[in-house]
Every structure is written in C-alpha cells, then in structure tokens.
C-alpha cells in the first residue's frame, strides 16, 4: 500500500482529483459544490491549475454569515477572493506523513495542497488523513526509534 516500508508518503495518501473553483466564483457555485460534493472546503485555483486559497466552510460563517448584512445578495454577489484564506500551505507529494502532519502543527492548518514539481494541484491532505494513518505512523516512528535511525533534525539517518 505504501511506497516503503520505512515512511508513508503523501502521495500514498492524498485525495484526488480536488474539487476547485476560481476566485472570480461566487459564495453560492462555491456552497453548492460544497453541498454537492459533502466537503468542508474548495481549493481555488489559476488557470494553470496552481492553488491561489481555499475556501472552507468555516471562512463563509466567519466572513459572511456572521456579517449583519443580507446574506443572499451577499453570496450570489460576493467572490471567492475576497473571502478564501490565504496564503495556501503546500506540500510535495514526495514528502513523508510525519512532514506533512509537522507543517500543519507549525501553520495551524487542516488541509495542505499536495503539488507537482511546477506548482499544479494534484491531490489534498487532510488532518483527517494523517489521523487516519496515525497507527502506521506511530509503527514508522516506532521502528526509527528502535533501530537508532533518528538525527536531531527529525530527519532520518542513522545515529552516531
């Protein structure tokens, strides 16, 4: 199931294809594909495909319901790019669970855009998926433990 035996790779884990929209969408095709799609949030893209934000369904109450203003105009009026989060956390696909679980701790994220080696969407991480593949996780880290194999830096190699 895994790349190898010694780490679990984003790749081996991330969702795809990733429902997106473009900043210029409205609120309402934005909840609609939420509502569509059952997702906590969209990631919004250029035209190259590279994530520009993402909007989650927490960004919409704390923009714009919780807002004393009339809420329909709003989201049939209001664009995506005044409301998604931004800048958006990425991560390469070839980097390790324990990487990607690392940088949402430091960031205080819950999604990070997996891309490819020119910047383009691939796929989404979730804190969902890294608790998911926690057991596997704590086996990984575990035998890098008992095999010596830890340098301070929390990367891999081997201890002297």
């Known amino acids: 199931m895994y790349s190898n035996t010694r780490s679990i790779l984003i790749n081996d884990i991330m969702s795809h294809p990733v429902i997106t929209a473009a900043q210029d969408d409205s609120i309402k095709s934005i909840a609609v594909k939420m509502e569509k799609h059952n997702l906590g949030s ?3 893209v250029d035209n190259m495909n590279r994530p520009l934000g993402i909007i989650t369904k927490g960004d919409i109450v ?3 319901v919780t807002k004393k203003r009339f809420m329909l105009k ?3 009026f209001t664009k995506v790019k005044g409301v998604m989060s931004r800048p958006i956390a990425t991560v390469d696909k070839n980097k390790r669970l324990e990487q990607a679980a690392r940088m949402m701790m430091e960031r205080k994220v819950k999604r990070l855009c997996v891309v490819d080696t020119d910047g383009r969407l691939i796929g989404i991480v979730t804190d969902n ?3 998911r593949h926690s057991s596997a996780l704590i086996e990984v880290l575990n035998e890098i433990i008992d ?3 830890l340098k ?3 990367e891999v190699g081997l201890k002297v």
Request: glycine share 12%; hydrophobic share 50%.
């Open 74 to 76: 709003m989201m049939l």
């Open 42 to 44: 969209v990631v919004i």
């Open 152 to 154: 301070e830096s929390g």
């Open 147 to 149: 095999t010596g194999y």
């Open 62 to 64: 704390r923009r714009l």
């Open 129 to 131: 998926d890294i608790m």
